[in-house]
């Protein structure tokens, strides 16, 4: 199936370092939405985004939407070892309740 | 429990068995969505739900795969003749608007 390019696939970081990763599409979204998903659990949503150009922060976490409506960001600032996980990226076109998402980011934190 | 629930948590079936996984979203969502995950993958978009109208099915992967669901209640992915390559989590979710979806805890599914 359709899935988001998603990057980077996979990093490991120092405890107390900012990390950013990012989601491109090729089609035009109304909608992005990130999510984090635990080994074993399902997808936790983290963030919303509902307009080209909004910056929206949930504590450490800071995500955008592109003003191309093409892309997104996810930024997570002073990462602690509980950051460790899979974030996905997902997103929708107008008319449609189908979301395609992203590859995943796979985040690893070295305390 | 307020949230998205599914059942059974895990599955393990022979090849070519038929399977049922269950979704209970969460009350009042009108929309429902079934993906799959393979391991270490993405999630695979599969069917979804939006109160009475037709069901998009564009990601179903073969005819073997069919879902149901009872009005804005559960709903039930079934697998029959299941071959390896259907090994994978089971993953629901369930939203009351376009914004934004809610994913239960998964469905794990091995087939010997």
Request: proline content about 5%; charged content about 20%; glycine content about 10%.
């Amino acid at each position: 199936g359709q899935q988001l390019n998603q990057s980077p696939q996979s990093m490991f970081i120092q405890e107390g370092e900012d990390v950013s990763m990012n989601c491109t599409s090729s089609s035009i979204f109304n909608t992005w939405l990130w999510y984090k998903q635990d080994p074993g659990e399902g997808p936790v949503l983290l963030i919303a985004l509902y307009k080209a150009g909004e910056l929206t922060s949930n504590g450490r976490l800071t995500a955008q939407f592109g003003i191309t409506r093409k892309d997104s960001f996810l930024n997570i600032s002073a990462s602690i070892p509980s950051d460790v996980g899979i974030y996905f990226c997902a997103g929708r076109s107008s008319g449609t309740y189908k979301y395609i998402f992203g590859t995943g980011t796979r985040l690893k934190v070295l305390a | 429990g307020a949230g998205v629930s599914q059942s059974p948590s895990n599955k393990v079936t022979e090849k070519g068995k038929d399977v049922e996984l269950r979704c209970d979203p969460i009350s009042g969502h009108t929309a429902l969505y079934w993906y799959r995950q393979r391991l270490g993958q993405g999630l695979e978009f599969l069917i979804y739900f939006q109160g009475n109208s037709a069901p998009d099915k564009s990601g179903l992967p073969s005819d073997r795969f069919s879902a149901e669901r009872t009005g804005e209640s559960v709903s039930t992915l079934t697998i029959q003749r299941t071959q390896q390559e259907d090994s994978a989590v089971y993953l629901c979710a369930s939203s009351p608007s376009p914004e934004t979806q809610y994913f239960g805890p998964g469905t794990r599914l091995l087939v010997l």
